[in-house]
């Protein structure tokens, strides 16, 4: 069993910085693919960014990229991540995932929610104009 717990959300101005972190249960978090995906009311959740295991290769959602970056500490078992020059269609509630037992993460999978195993409570995340 792998507890994810996210903090770090909040209420910002368009333009402004947040920094999400999500920290995992287990021994093995050196071994886990990571994801973060968001989700407003009545819509689909829908990928932010993930990393692998090793850290070596990060995805991001193309209305992210340039601004959100993705990173990993495995001595802390968090992954972090940095959201920049936010704007208002960035509010939603950030999930962070975990995928433990499942297939690498790769370019076909890494923005299918199926991917991954575990998934904390969310944080929630409101940008004003």
């Known amino acids: 069993q792998v507890q994810l717990v996210e903090s770090g959300g909040g209420s910002v101005q368009a333009g402004g910085s947040l920094r999400l972190s999500c920290a995992a249960s287990?021994?093995?978090?050196?071994?886990?693919?990571m994801g973060w995906f968001r989700q407003t009311p009545g819509k689909e959740r829908e990928f932010v960014a993930a990393?692998?295991?090793?850290?070596?290769?990060?995805f991001y959602a193309d209305s992210v990229k340039g601004r959100f970056t993705l990173s990993r500490g495995d001595a802390t078992n968090t992954v972090y991540l940095q959201m920049n020059s936010l704007k208002p269609e960035d509010t939603a509630v950030y999930l962070c995932?975990?995928?433990?037992?499942?297939?690498?993460?790769?370019?076909?999978?890494?923005?299918?929610?199926?991917?991954?195993?575990?998934w904390g409570q969310g944080t929630q995340v409101t940008v004003s104009a």
């Open positions: 995932s975990a995928g433990v037992s499942g297939p690498a993460l790769d370019y076909t999978n890494y923005h299918r929610p199926n991917t991954y195993d575990y």
């Open positions: 287990g021994r093995s978090f050196g071994t886990y693919s």
């Open positions: 990393i692998t295991w090793s850290g070596s290769d990060t």
